[in-house]
């Protein structure tokens, strides 16, 4: 297995600029999708050893809502939109006008809802990030999952075609209707693509 440089702070801030860059977009689209203002930061972000995920995001039997996308080019890996069963629920009740009380009841309607909400959030980021590493990167149709966090996370790297040991996770909040969400972006990188983002964010400039 190859070895992943370090992101060193200086790395970790200008991830944090891009990254910050790529969720005001994101948060525009929201906007015209809803018709609604729609406010999003990124208040943390890190690189964790992928076995801490599930205990950082809650545990491995907590039921969530996955939306996930995979990546390819330059990047090869997978980009996770992650929102607990709460989350999801609160979020589909504003996004649909309809209240959804469990995550098994959610009807297509709301699973789209949802969907789409996870596609420009991390189709926003992964446009930016190439055009700000000035790096080709594609990513697939979205998917998604609600299930226990373990078991979407085991399935999501069973399709992966390389083994890494850390990955990039960014808490991200947004605010609708005066409300707030919270939910977790998580970046699953090849460890060769890892290095070649840590050497383009060393050139960085804003």
Same mark, same amino acid.
């Given at each position: 297995m190859a070895?992943i ?7 970790l801030? #200008? ?10 977009n994101? #948060? ?5 999708m ?14 964790e050893?992928?076995?801490k995920?599930p ?7 907590n ?13 090869s890996?997978? !980009?996770?939109l992650?929102?607990?069963s ?9 996004l ?11 009807d297509?309607m ?5 969907k789409?909400?996870?596609?420009i ?7 930016v990030l190439?055009?700000?590493?000035k ?6 149709i979205?998917?998604? #999952? ?9 399935e ?5 075609s390389?083994?890494t ?9 947004f !605010?609708?209707r ?5 939910s977790?972006?998580i970046?699953i990188?090849?460890?060769k693509?890892?290095n070649a983002i840590i050497?383009a964010?060393g050139?960085?400039?804003?």
């Amino acid at each position: 297995m190859a070895e992943i440089e370090l992101f060193d702070q200086i790395r970790l801030d #200008a991830l944090k600029e891009i990254s910050s860059i790529a969720i005001g977009n994101a #948060a525009t689209s929201l906007s015209a999708m809803l018709g609604k203002k729609v406010n999003i930061t990124v208040p943390n972000i890190m690189v964790e050893a992928l076995g801490k995920v599930p205990q950082l995001l809650g545990r491995r039997e907590n039921i969530v809502t996955v939306v996930y996308l995979s990546v390819s080019g330059q990047v090869s890996g997978s !980009i996770l939109l992650v929102l607990s069963s709460s989350e999801s629920l609160r979020l589909v009740n504003v996004l649909t006008g309809k209240t959804v009380t469990q995550i098994e009841s959610l009807d297509e309607m709301g699973l789209s809802a949802l969907k789409e909400v996870g596609n420009i959030i991390t189709g926003s980021y992964l446009r930016v990030l190439a055009n700000e590493l000035k790096m080709d990167i594609t990513h697939s149709i979205p998917g998604l #999952a609600c299930d226990m966090f373990g078991a979407v996370l085991d399935e999501i790297l069973a399709r992966l075609s390389f083994e890494t040991e850390e990955v990039i996770i960014m808490e991200s909040e947004f !605010i609708v209707r005066k409300e707030l969400y919270r939910s977790h972006l998580i970046f699953i990188l090849a460890p060769k693509t890892a290095n070649a983002i840590i050497k383009a964010l060393g050139g960085w400039e804003k």
